[in-house]
């Protein structure tokens, strides 16, 4: 388990790791499958190497419908729990043999003797682990011992890979975000250096702080995240401020505008319409076409949230107000 640890990427189990089991547990077939029993899909189909079938994870009708009259799998449906089990814990081998799956899935491949166990998932995502064995010897009640206690790893295993490809395909969207975004992430190691910062994120930090030294948080940043505090670090900008949270080794950097966010021409227009000149008379003063007076108009009123002159001219005086505060 140590060793497949290590590998750490990002599918869960490898050939080798199917080598060593069946090295632990001795089998003429090691086989990891996952599947989704709801729309009957083959997910991941893996071998050990040398023990690949003609078939592999080409399922027809009949392959599922003999799957779903699995002694074993009909074991684990009735106790609602999915525990390492050999075939001769759930039924005898006279029983077996009379069954239509032992004709038409075991017998045709020479196998005589199973041991599987599954971890504890929904039927559309079920994940198993299978070992086989040709008729001249049954698994031991050591076999199965051993992988009842190999489980929680081999489900610990497969929960990080999870985790890694998660992890990989959310930096992977926030290195490919446009830098203009309005929030960054920012993440550091233990020792406090940046591991992955976001273009936004590099891009806000660079309008609030001088230049820091590369892999470095600015020293005020540093200072911030060593004392701990629960409260966000706010820089003010020329445009509004630069707010930064920290949850555990993550830092959410964000940029706040002060609402004020009208083009220079948009702004002359309002500040003739608080005066209380018509669009036609707004026109004449800045040598402008009526139709286009009335286009600002529209672009002010979208960016304030507004429909009106009156509420647009209120607005626009409360947000300079509370810039000014």
């Not at 017998?107 to 994940?127: I, N």
């Not at 929030?183 to 976001?198: K, N, Q, T, Y």
Request: charged residues 30%.
């Amino acid at each position: 388990m140590s060793e497949a640890e290590s590998v750490g990427g990002d599918q869960p189990f490898t050939e080798d790791l199917l080598v060593e089991l069946g090295g632990l547990i001795e089998a003429d077939w090691v086989t990891y499958t996952e599947v989704d029993h709801v729309h009957r899909r083959s997910l991941v189909y893996l071998p050990r190497p040398g023990d690949e079938d003609e078939d592999g994870d080409d399922l027809t009708e009949r392959d599922w419908e003999l799957m779903h009259e699995h002694p074993i799998c009909e074991r684990w449906r009735k106790d609602g729990r999915f525990r390492a089990l050999r075939l001769s814990d759930v039924i005898t081998s006279r029983e077996l043999r009379s069954k239509r799956f032992y004709a038409e899935h075991m017998l045709p491949w020479g196998v005589a003797h199973e041991l599987k166990v599954r971890f504890d998932s929904p039927p559309w995502h079920a994940k198993t682990f299978m070992f086989n064995r040709k008729p001249e010897r049954d698994f031991t009640k050591r076999d199965r011992l051993v992988l009842e206690l190999l489980t929680p790893h081999l489900t610990r295993l497969w929960q990080a890979a999870r985790t890694r490809r998660l992890l990989a395909s959310a930096l992977d969207t926030l290195e490919s975000a446009p830098e203009s975004n309005a929030r960054g992430i920012v993440l550091l190691g233990a020792g406090g250096e940046v591991e992955f910062a976001s273009a936004a994120a590099r891009r806000l930090l660079g309008e609030a702080f001088p230049p820091p030294t590369a892999g470095r948080l600015p020293a005020l940043l540093v200072e911030w995240v060593a004392s701990k505090s629960t409260k966000p670090f706010v820089c003010p900008t020329a445009t509004g401020r630069i707010v930064v949270r920290q949850a555990g080794t993550t830092l959410v950097v964000e940029e706040e505008r002060n609402g004020i966010d009208l083009t220079k021409r948009e702004q002359e227009v309002l500040s003739w319409v608080a005066r209380g000149k018509t669009n036609a008379e707004i026109a004449e003063l800045l040598w402008l076409a009526p139709s286009t007076v009335r286009k600002h108009l529209e672009n002010v009123y979208a960016k304030l949230g507004v429909s009106t002159r009156t509420a647009a001219v209120a607005r626009f005086l409360g947000l300079i107000d509370a810039a000014a505060s």
